[in-house]
């Protein structure tokens, strides 16, 4: 199993993230890492392969796609499914956050907004619902200063403790993303 951020630009480069399902299951078997509900996800950075050193760089006019692949390559987990609930955006950067217009009514100069997925919250969150495929997609808009986003991917996967009780677990991914609108010189 592994998530996908597709980047578009003129064309469309795809980075891959493993995530350890053998591992994330057997550790959520044999122990107490949380509660893993909506409220209160398990954080599993650690369980998620970064293929590169850094996460990349997003330009103006870009496209971005997330989705969750799970290929099935592991039988004995048959009830699984994994999803993605939504991602949860926040900007950290200072510009951003030192304005004195309330946070909500910013996301409106970084993204092209499609209010039926995106939700902006009085404190400062964009949420990002996916959509039927389950991807969730932003663009960026043409210009914008650069900035910085924390982002964080609640995922959700049915998993059979020892007992052979089924139980729906939530889980949560926090990376940081840089948004810039001019390339690097």
């Not at 591992?23 to 409220?39: C, E, F």
């Not at 592991?74 to 991602?87: G, K, M, R, S």
């Not at 997925?117 to 991807?135: F, I, Q, W």
């Not at 932003?138 to 986003?149: A, F, G, N, Q, S």
């Amino acid at each position: 199993m592994h998530l996908t951020l597709g980047v578009k630009t003129d064309e469309t480069t795809f980075y891959k993230f493993p995530i350890a399902i053998d591992q994330l299951v057997s550790v959520v078997k044999d122990s107490y890492l949380g509660l893993g509900t909506a409220y209160d996800p398990i954080l599993i950075d650690d369980f998620v392969t970064q293929t590169r050193t850094k996460s990349p760089e997003i330009d103006q006019q870009t496209t971005l796609s997330l989705q969750l692949v799970y290929e099935n390559e592991h039988p004995e987990y048959p009830d699984l499914q994994p999803a993605i609930l939504c991602c949860k955006i926040r900007n950290v950067g200072r510009s951003f956050n030192d304005d004195q217009l309330v946070p909500e009514m910013r996301w409106e100069d970084i993204f092209v907004f499609d209010k039926k997925r995106l939700l902006a919250t009085p404190d400062g969150y964009l949420y990002v619902s996916p959509n039927k495929d389950n991807v969730c997609i932003l663009t960026t808009k043409t210009v914008l200063d650069i900035t910085y986003l924390a982002y964080s991917i609640i995922l959700a996967m049915t998993i059979t403790d020892m007992n052979g009780i089924k139980r729906r677990y939530y889980f949560i991914i926090d990376p940081v993303v840089r948004i810039r609108s001019n390339p690097p010189k």
